[in-house]
């Protein structure tokens, strides 16, 4: 009965997480967008112009469409992961191709819901760490299609953290506190001394940001690690990008996948990983 209960419950969490990452596209897609617009019309607000009518364009509308024949999505084809199975990845109207990236996203959420319920089990911590998951997707995603990491998503982050660890999360709260300002503190320095030395941004706000939402959850001792992890891959990844898709060296490579990956490690892994290194210098 319990082996039962508990299949039950990580099928559910694997369906929900499917379910979300459905929404995370839409949310990597059109957030962004909806920022460009609130831009130009602030610019065009300060220039004393009018801005034209638009669509709206906000998380719930416009409904989901083909973007080369604007065939409206319905349910059935926005069932995640088997309606792009079924539909062979084209439209229904037009037969263009659908990118692979949105079921790959479906079941990416999918699978690390599934793995963080089994992980943390159905309590508040388990809860807990489906919102930063599924955060922290969002966040990856959009920085890599934009170079952003927006602070609709990081500050709330930050606060939920802060939230949580107040009610016995996963750190002290003090030791929450710290992590955030030693998270934003430490990368803002390395920006300014970077700037300083070669008069080049080496990284953007958000960064920061994002180092402080993950300092917020996780408490200050995790830190060297997170940054250690996320310097590590992003050093591999950048080299590999370089050598072998020809990646400009004066292209920028996003920061906050990295970070965000590092995060999650910590997230799962992170006390291990401590009593791992604290003992080989011991």
Not at 15 to 26: E, H, R, T
Not at 98 to 118: C, H, K, N, Q, V
Not at 223 to 246: E, F
Request: aromatic residues 10%; neutral net charge; glycine residues 10%.
């Amino acid at each position: 009965m319990i082996l039962e209960n508990l299949a039950i419950l990580l099928l559910g969490s694997a369906f929900l997480g499917l379910c979300v990452g459905s929404f995370l596209n839409v949310v990597i897609y059109r957030l962004p967008r909806m920022m460009e617009r609130e831009w130009q019309a602030q610019c065009a607000e300060l220039r004393g112009e009018e801005t034209a009518p638009v669509e709206v364009l906000n998380l719930a509308k416009p409904r989901s469409r083909c973007p080369a024949c604007g065939h409206q999505i319905t349910a059935l084809e926005n069932i995640p992961v088997l309606s792009y199975l079924v539909l062979r990845g084209r439209c229904s109207a037009c037969k263009a191709g659908i990118s692979p990236r949105y079921p790959l996203i479906e079941a990416l959420t999918g699978l690390l819901s599934f793995f963080t319920i089994w992980h943390f089990g159905s309590t508040l911590a388990g809860g807990a760490a489906l919102l930063m998951v599924w955060s922290l997707i969002a966040l990856t995603f959009i920085d890599f299609d934009t170079q952003l990491l927006p602070d609709s998503i990081t500050l709330p982050l930050l606060w939920l953290g802060l939230l949580f660890n107040l009610i016995g999360g996963f750190a002290s709260l003090q030791s929450a506190v710290v992590g955030a300002m030693a998270g934003y503190l430490s990368l803002w320095s390395v920006y300014w001394l970077f700037k300083l030395a070669t008069g080049k941004e080496g990284m953007g706000y958000g960064d920061f940001k994002l180092l402080a939402a993950l300092g917020a959850w996780l408490g200050w001792q995790l830190l060297p690690a997170i940054i250690l992890l996320s310097a590590v891959v992003g050093a591999v990844v950048g080299i590999v990008l370089i050598v072998l898709a020809k990646h400009g060296r004066n292209v920028p490579i996003p920061f906050g996948p990295y970070l965000a990956g590092a995060g999650l490690i910590a997230l799962y892994w992170g006390k291990e990983i401590n009593q791992g290194y604290l003992g080989i210098f011991a």
